[in-house]
C-alpha cells in the first residue's frame, strides 16, 4: 500500500467569491464597494502537505502506521522533513523512501498555527517495495467561484463567504499561492432533492491575480487584470439595516452577469461569522436557468435596498431554492 497519494480535485463546490474595496468614496460615511456576479477560476497550492489521512503499512513483521504511531493528525499539516520545506506530495514520497529506515524529522503545524516537530521512522512496504510512513496528504485543489467585491484602484479582493476547505476532512486549507484564472463555463447542472446542482467549465491558461488569505468568512487577494464591463459601486449594508423581505442577487448565467429576484428569509442577528441569513430564489428566470443556488454561486453579491448587503455562501440539501448568506460587514472584517 502507498502511504503517500496525491490528491488532485476540482471542487466545484468551492464557489469563490471575490471583492476588493472601490477606494475610500464615502456617503454619509458608508464605504463603497463594487459588486461582482461574474465567474472565476482558482488554483490553490497548501503552504505545506495537507494531512487527510493515516494508513497501515504492510510489513514483514505485520501492520503498522510510523505516522499515526508518532502523533500525526488528520488536519494538521506537514511543513518539512529534516529541515527541508516541502511543496508537494512527491517530495515527502521521495524524502521517506530516501531514508531507508533511518529516523526523520517532520516540521508538523497543527490547524490553531501551533508548530512542533516529531521523530518517525519509515518501515519497508512489502507491497510497494518502499519506505513507507503511513500518510496521506493534500498539496493542491482547484475550484470554480464567483466575484463578490472589487477594489477598483488597488485590485485588492475579499471573497467567497467561506473558507476552501479540503473535500474529504473539512479543514482550512492552508494558502501556499493561489492563483485567480478565467473559466468558461461549459454546463449547468440543475439542482434536485438533496442533490445540489453546479457550476461545470474549464479554466483559461491566463493567470488574473492572486489570494493571500483563506479564512472561515472568506478570501482575499489582488486582481492584477481586473474583470471587464465592471458595476457602479454600492454602499455596504450594516447588519442591522439587514431585513426580512425581498432583495436581489448577482450572478452569471450564460455567459453574462444577471440580476435576479430572491427573498430573505430569515436574518440571524447573533449567528456569528457565517449563515447570517436564510435566503430563497424567487426569480424564474434563474429557477430555470439553474434550478435555485447551485455550488459555484458562493459569494454571488446580494443587493438590498441598493446597498450590498452580503453574498451567497451555502444551498439546502434538503431545497436547492435556498440557501445562506453571509453579511458583508463579517467579509470586511476578516479583510
Given at each position: ?206 493567470v488574473r491575480g ?120 463579517n467579509m470586511l472584517?476578516?479583510?
Amino acid at each position: 500500500m502507498k502511504s503517500i497519494y496525491r490528491f488532485t480535485f476540482l471542487i466545484l463546490c468551492a464557489c469563490i467569491c471575490v471583492g476588493m474595496l472601490s477606494g475610500v468614496e464615502v456617503s454619509a460615511g458608508r464605504q463603497k464597494l463594487i459588486p461582482g456576479g461574474m465567474n472565476f477560476g482558482v488554483k490553490f497550492f497548501t503552504d505545506g502537505l495537507l494531512v487527510v489521512g493515516t494508513a497501515d503499512v504492510t510489513t514483514s513483521a505485520g501492520l503498522c502506521s510510523p505516522a499515526k504511531d508518532c502523533g500525526i493528525k488528520v488536519k494538521e499539516t506537514i511543513i518539512s522533513a529534516d529541515g527541508k520545506k516541502l511543496a508537494t506530495s512527491e517530495e515527502l514520497l521521495s524524502a521517506v523512501d530516501q531514508s531507508r529506515g533511518k529516523e526523520m524529522v517532520l516540521a508538523v503545524r497543527n490547524s490553531d498555527g501551533a508548530e512542533r516537530q516529531v521523530k518517525v521512522t519509515p518501515v519497508l512496504s512489502t507491497e510497494t517495495g518502499k519506505w513507507c510512513i503511513g500518510v496521506w496528504v493534500r498539496d493542491s485543489t482547484a475550484g470554480i467561484g464567483t466575484v463578490t467585491y472589487i477594489n477598483g484602484f488597488t485590485g485588492d479582493f475579499g471573497g467567497l463567504g467561506h473558507g476552501i476547505c479540503d473535500v474529504d476532512t473539512g479543514a482550512l486549507m492552508p494558502v501556499g499561492k493561489a492563483y485567480v484564472v478565467d473559466v468558461n463555463i461549459t454546463a449547468i447542472d440543475k439542482g434536485d432533492i438533496r442533490v445540489p446542482g453546479e457550476l461545470k467549465g474549464t479554466f483559461g491558461k491566463d493567470v488574473r491575480g492572486e489570494i493571500f488569505k483563506n479564512t472561515q468568512t472568506g478570501v482575499y487577494g489582488n486582481f492584477s487584470t481586473l474583470p471587464a464591463s465592471l458595476r457602479q459601486p454600492l454602499e455596504v449594508a450594516k447588519k442591522k439595516e439587514i431585513t426580512e423581505g425581498k432583495a436581489t442577487v448577482l450572478c452569471q448565467i450564460n455567459g453574462k452577469v444577471g440580476e435576479y429576484d430572491i427573498e430573505i428569509v430569515k436574518v440571524y442577528k447573533d449567528s456569528g461569522e457565517t449563515k447570517n441569513f436564510l435566503i430563497r430564489v424567487t426569480d424564474p428566470d434563474l429557477l430555470n436557468a439553474t434550478g435555485g443556488i447551485v455550488q459555484g454561486m458562493s459569494g454571488s453579491p446580494i443587493i438590498q435596498n441598493g446597498r450590498l448587503a452580503g453574498a451567497v455562501t451555502h444551498v439546502l440539501v434538503n431545497d436547492h431554492t435556498k440557501g445562506y448568506g453571509i453579511f458583508i460587514e463579517n467579509m470586511l472584517d476578516a479583510q
